[in-house]
């Protein structure tokens, strides 16, 4: 079946995909069991993105607050995510897995994809944060002499942990919560913010449809 058309598309959309534990336990199962139901809708949403031809796609992952979870929560969702990037690997994108690398609650088998790595043909940019946090990214400037900045001033965006990842357009929640929960704040200045009152494991081609139809009803003022 073929996808709708739309006058204009996100450039680079950011997906939170919240709900899963609250998933899990309407279902009877235990909360963990949740997460490795969002693998599919994952996917989903790629093809769909490949389709339409979104050229950037950002998942949030975990934070490091998630990973005050008990221990077998936190362990759930690291092989998720893990076996998310894995998937992707086998797909036409580029990678790019973005956390606090240094910690042991990042997942080792994705170290070697805090460089972005391309497969296939490399039809679209995928970013994970993966044990991110929003002061973790922020604190990177920090580390940079910003007074050297060709007496310009600060370059914040040249400068955070996150530098590779572009302005995001569109970022879309599912679960009903209306908030970011720390989601990439210097990229997020300017998104438009679109909630999916169904959790995440319930994901359906309509939720991104009618998230594409509502940005396309939204004005790109950046500010101006």
């Excluded at 008990?70 to 580029?94: E, G």
């Excluded at 994970?128 to 990214?137: E, I, K, P, R, S």
């Excluded at 929960?181 to 438009?192: M, W």
């Amino acid at each position: 079946m073929a996808h709708p058309k739309f006058k204009r598309l996100p450039g680079h959309i950011g997906v939170i995909p919240d709900g899963n534990r609250r998933w899990a336990v309407a279902r009877g199962l235990a909360k963990e069991d949740g997460y490795r139901n969002g693998l599919e809708p994952g996917m989903m949403l790629y093809e769909l993105c490949l389709e339409l031809g979104i050229p950037e796609l950002t998942f949030y992952g975990f934070t490091q607050d998630n990973t005050k979870r008990p221990a077998v929560q936190t362990r759930a969702f690291q092989k998720a995510c893990v076996d998310a990037v894995r998937m992707l690997s086998n797909r036409d994108a580029s990678l790019l897995v973005i956390g606090d690398y240094n910690s042991p609650l990042f997942p080792r088998e994705l170290l070697e994809y805090r460089e972005r790595k391309t497969f296939g043909r490399n039809l679209i940019k995928i970013n994970f944060l993966v044990n991110y946090g929003w002061m973790w990214d922020l604190n990177h400037l920090l580390k940079h002499d910003l007074a050297s900045n060709n007496g310009n001033g600060p370059n914040v965006r040249d400068s955070i942990a996150s530098r590779d990842v572009s302005r995001i357009d569109l970022i879309i929640r599912w679960g009903g919560r209306r908030r970011l929960s720390g989601f990439l704040p210097v990229q997020s200045i300017y998104s438009d913010f679109y909630v999916v009152d169904d959790l995440w494991p319930d994901f359906k081609k309509e939720h991104f449809y009618d998230a594409l139809r509502w940005y396309e009803t939204q004005d790109v003022t950046l500010g101006g």
